[in-house]
């Protein structure tokens, strides 16, 4: 029986395993930091290797934003720590600096959904698909993406969506299509006109469009 999907805002469930830096429980692992758990089919793949080296190479960005990665894998930690040197030296990597859960027995991946019922491995069991599920520090959902075991992800979104995520929880701002760090933001529809001039000190730019509603309205970001 697979786990009930989760939801954004939902509570992020604990949960304890096995990884390449040891047992885990994932509450006490976060801390006060935020999480992003990212799931891969299979240990060995291209396409897996190059995401995890990706992520290692990342580190910096990840910690600056306070967020901690850990990545899933359906294979033993014995897999892992051979599979983690092959990152390395593909990656051009001197460390590897996040854990990788080993999911031998996909109870993580049934409990989370990540199964993916299109791709089976040599067996006939169903892969885990690329899974990214973000999880702030009071352990709530903030987003979760689903990929295909072909698509490989691109990682410069995601520390984009954290970024957007973290602005957007402070300040009444939601931000446009393409945004990125430091770019123009829209005014939240909930604020009022009256509010603008508190809120946006340095003042709005509202765009007239056909309709004559005034619900573009766009500011530096704050
Ligand atoms: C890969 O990581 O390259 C991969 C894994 C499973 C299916 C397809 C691709």
Not at 78 to 90: A, C, L, P, Q, V
Not at 91 to 116: G, H, Q, T, V
Not at 145 to 150: F, K, N, Q, R, V
């Amino acid at each position: 029986m697979s786990g009930k999907a989760l939801n954004i805002g939902d509570t992020f469930p604990n949960f304890q395993a096995n990884t390449s830096e040891g047992k885990v429980d994932f509450y006490d692992w976060m801390g006060d930091s935020w999480a992003i758990l990212f799931s891969h089919p299979a240990d060995y793949t291209p396409v897996c290797t190059t995401e995890l080296g990706r992520v290692a190479a990342l580190i910096p960005e990840f910690r600056k934003r306070g967020v901690k990665p850990i990545a899933l894998s359906c294979d033993t930690v014995e897999s892992h720590k051979g599979w983690i040197e092959d990152i390395k030296s593909f990656a051009k990597l001197d460390s590897f600096d996040y854990p990788i859960i080993a999911d031998d027995k996909r109870e993580l991946a049934l409990k989370l959904n990540m199964l993916d019922k299109d791709e089976l491995n040599a067996e006939g069991i169903p892969l885990t698909c690329r899974a990214v599920f973000i999880v702030d520090e009071k352990k709530k959902l903030r987003l979760s993406i689903l990929y295909p075991a072909t698509t490989g992800r691109n990682f410069d979104e995601i520390l984009r969506v954290i970024d957007s995520l973290q602005l957007t929880q402070t300040k009444s701002v939601a931000t446009p299509a393409d945004w990125k760090q430091g770019g123009n933001c829209m005014v939240l529809p909930t604020v009022k006109a009256e509010e603008v001039p508190q809120l946006f000190p340095s003042g709005i730019e509202t765009v007239e469009v056909p309709s004559g509603k005034h619900y573009l309205r766009i500011t530096p970001q704050p």
